[in-house]
């Protein structure tokens, strides 16, 4: 419950701080009722990029890299186009057509700085401590409103070219394409907890064996030192 309720906090904390950055609202409150409002809606994106991303993940990897980069900008689509469901991704995946490289590399940059930042963080303080517990979370607090305006850049310089009249970029990533990679990411998560269900009752089974092997050897010893008791009674009486 409690990590059902965080991750429904979080969901809206990131919809509310990309309302502001859009100019949708202009107070805290407005911000947070803003995106408690569109929550819902957004957890059907959330879970269609989830499903897609297991299906490439399923595939080889590289296909989840490749849809990771075409959805980086679905919630700048979902709250500032009114884009709901599949037509989220695919827009998101038409503004970043043509330019999948270029998108990839400011994410990459974007990941890298994150990355060396909460990295300097264990380095100053030891991982686990309430110092370093509370360093990450006021670095979090700046980093993610910095990197949300990062992307927020790219969404805006990406729509104003694709705004030019004449340029037409093919998007590879199509509603038929989307809601195929979802079966698939079904499938595949489904195909996973069987996976992890069978080789846990594998690893029980295999636990269990070893005690009953343990029990055995026990119950030998237990009975060579009756044995041994009983004809050392017997030296002794005689």
């Given at each position: 419950?409690?990590?059902i309720l965080?991750?429904v906090v979080?969901?809206?904390s990131?919809?509310a701080l990309?309302?502001?950055?859009l100019?949708?609202?202009?107070?805290?409150?407005?911000?947070?009722?803003r995106?408690?409002?569109?929550?819902?809606?957004?957890?059907?994106?959330v879970l269609?990029?989830f499903?897609?991303t297991i299906?490439g993940?399923?595939?080889?990897?590289?296909?989840?890299?490749?849809?990771?980069v075409?959805?980086g900008l679905s919630i700048?689509?979902f709250?500032?186009?009114a884009?709901r469901?599949v037509?989220?991704?695919?827009k998101?995946?038409?503004?970043v057509s043509?330019?999948?490289?270029?998108v990839a590399g400011r994410?990459?940059?974007?990941?890298?700085v994150?990355?060396?930042?909460?990295?300097?963080?264990n380095?100053i303080?030891?991982?686990q401590t309430?110092a370093?517990?509370?360093?990450a979370?006021?670095i979090s607090?700046v980093?993610?409103?910095?990197?949300?305006s990062?992307m927020?850049?790219?969404y805006?310089?990406?729509?104003q070219?694709?705004s030019?009249p004449?340029l037409?970029?093919?998007?590879?990533?199509?509603?038929?394409?989307?809601?195929?990679?979802?079966i698939?990411?079904?499938?595949?998560?489904f195909g996973?907890i069987?996976i992890?269900m069978?080789?846990?009752?594998?690893?029980l089974?295999?636990?269990r064996?070893?005690e009953?092997?343990?029990t055995?050897?026990?119950?030998e010893?237990f009975e060579?030192a009756?044995?041994?008791?009983?004809e050392?009674?017997?030296?002794l009486?005689?």
């Open positions: 419950v409690i990590m965080g991750i979080v969901l809206a990131q919809l990309i309302s502001v950055i100019g949708e609202s202009t107070s805290v409150g407005a911000a947070f009722k995106g408690f409002s569109l929550l819902l809606p957004y957890l059907w994106v269609l990029t499903l897609c299906a993940f399923a595939i080889f990897v590289i296909p989840a890299i490749i849809l990771t075409f959805f700048f689509v709250v500032g186009e884009q469901g037509s989220v991704l695919v998101s995946s038409e503004y043509g330019y999948w490289w270029p994410l990459l940059v974007g990941f890298l994150s990355l060396v930042i909460f990295g300097a963080t380095l303080f030891a991982p309430l370093n517990s509370i360093l979370a006021v607090i980093l993610v409103p910095v990197l949300s990062y927020y850049q790219i805006t310089n990406l729509k070219i694709k030019q004449g037409v970029f093919k998007n590879p990533v199509t509603p038929r394409a989307i809601k195929g990679f979802a698939l990411g079904i499938i595949a998560f996973l069987v992890l069978s080789l846990g009752q594998q690893m089974l295999e636990l064996q070893s009953l092997d343990e055995t050897f026990d119950q010893a060579q009756i044995r041994e008791a009983v050392k009674q017997q030296q009486s005689q």
